[in-house]
């Protein structure tokens, strides 16, 4: 994927040749493209979160751009509250 900037989706509207990438068991809530201009140990250590494990994958395409693919922790997922949600006019 040709892209000068950080782009993110949820999982299921990202792009098909990105959300191959996926692995593991279950499906991620969303999934970020990091291109290669942009990555680096710092992004890896904000994104990856050490102290959660399992809940964010890193992949690295073919091309050296790096793809994360993660679920939401229940706490963060909307709740009932989604549901109420109005739009401001």
Do not use: C
């Not at 970020?32 to 710092?42: E, H, N, Q």
């Not at 994360?68 to 549901?83: F, L």
């Amino acid at each position: 994927m040709k892209s000068d900037r950080l782009m993110m989706w949820r999982f299921a509207a990202a792009p098909k040749t990105l959300k191959s990438l996926h692995r593991k068991s279950g499906t991620p809530d969303w999934l970020v493209f990091v291109p290669r201009s942009l990555s680096g140990a710092d992004l890896d250590d904000a994104i990856l979160h050490k102290g959660t494990p399992g809940q964010v994958a890193r992949y690295e395409t073919p091309d050296g751009d790096i793809v994360y693919m993660g679920t939401a922790r229940t706490a963060d997922r909307p709740s009932a509250m989604a549901a109420t949600h109005s739009r401001r006019k």
